[in-house]
T-cell receptor, first 116, second 114 residues
Framework: EAGVTQFPSHSVIEKGQTVTLRCDPI?????LYWYRRVMGKEIKFLLH????????ESGMPNNRFLAERTGGTYSTLKVQPAELEDSGVYFC??????????????FGPGTRLTVT | LAKTTQPISMDSYEGQEVNITCSHN???????ITWYQQFPSQGPRFIIQ???TKVTNEVASLFIPADRKSSTLSLPRVSLSDTAVYYC???FGHGSGNTGKLIFGQGTTLQVKP
């Protein structure tokens, strides 16, 4: 079974440009999460989808970030316009609905975003 | 969610048993204790989860005392490939109102030497 995949693995863009990150969760996983780690900091939660609905977007830093999950399958995270402080590694994770107390999340390898 | 405290780093040698202790004094009744492992250039990977006493799987053991204010992840006979960052997380219990988001701390960087 394929794990969580993310594309691209690395993106280098200039300040002010737009970048779209993609995450394909494990098939059948209703829960999809975005996290990010900026340089020297801890991994931080961004938002949580249940199917196509945003369950919790309390971690989104500002309105330059837009996440979508059309059809409840893959998700995209768009940064527009990108700023220098957006540089970091963006992780996507998925988990099954009704995982109960387990909440075992499966992480993708991450997308390393560099804004110059 | 309860805050966790764990050592920033640890060193060990191949073949040794490694114990990483995590403090979570404010753990709630419904909270579970979960450990994740992260290798460089990879996303975190679930290792083990427990509520109380002892849990063991093919990778590690998790020891939780009766008061649940701390927990210890035990890695038997580590190898070089166990060099990674280990995160202790607390939460996710039924009725806790948590949506499942994970709150990561700094983690413990384990360096296994030959």
């Amino acid at each position: 079974e394929a794990g969580v995949t993310q594309f691209p693995s690395h993106s280098v863009i200039e300040k002010g440009q737009t970048v779209t990150l993609r995450c394909d969760p494990i098939s059948g996983h209703d829960n999809l999460y975005w996290y990010r780690r900026v340089m020297g900091k801890e991994i931080k939660f961004l938002l949580h989808f249940v199917k196509e609905s945003k369950q919790d977007e309390s971690g989104m830093p500002n309105n330059r970030f837009l996440a979508e999950r059309t059809g409840g399958t893959y998700s995209t995270l768009k940064v527009q316009p990108a700023e220098l402080e957006d540089s970091g590694v963006y992780f996507c994770a998925s988990s099954q609905e009704g995982a109960g107390a387990s909440y075992e999340q499966y992480f993708g390898p991450g997308t390393r975003l560099t804004v110059t | 969610l309860a805050k966790t405290t764990q050592p920033i780093s640890m060193d060990s040698y191949e073949g040794q048993e490694v114990n990483i202790t995590c403090s979570h004094n404010n753990i709630a009744t419904n909270d579970y204790i979960t450990w994740y492992q992260q290798f460089p250039s990879q996303g975190p990977r679930f290792i083990i989860q427990g509520y109380k006493t002892k849990v063991t799987n093919e990778v590690a053991s998790l020891f939780i005392p009766a008061d649940r204010k701390s927990s210890t992840l035990s890695l038997p006979r580590v190898s070089l490939s166990d060099t990674a960052v280990y995160y202790c997380l607390v939460g996710f219990g039924h009725g806790s109102g948590n949506t499942g988001k994970l709150i990561f701390g700094q983690g413990t960087t384990l360096q296994v030497k030959p």
